[in-house]
């Protein structure tokens, strides 16, 4: 049991960060991804329906640029 805890929690000691912030930044980052994917889903399906600027590729990569800085610093 306590090497199976030890394992669960490993990824979280090395970044230094909490389990709840650790699930608030990947649940953020995975609602943000979602969003593109379905906006990029519906663009596909119906053209005339545009991509909304902050879930365009350009927007969507910065943003996880900005989200990888933040967990460098």
């Not at 980052?29 to 991509?51: T, Y």
Request: aromatic residues 14%; hydrophobic residues 50%.
């Amino acid at each position: 049991m306590m090497r199976s805890r030890k394992i669960f929690f490993k990824h979280l000691k090395e970044n230094n960060v909490s389990y709840v912030q650790h699930l608030r930044f990947a649940a953020g980052v995975s609602v943000r991804l979602f969003a593109s994917s379905v906006s990029f889903i519906v663009h596909a399906l119906l053209p005339i329906v545009p991509i909304p600027y902050w879930l365009n590729l350009e927007s969507t990569a910065l943003y996880l640029f900005e989200k990888n800085n933040e967990l460098e610093d």
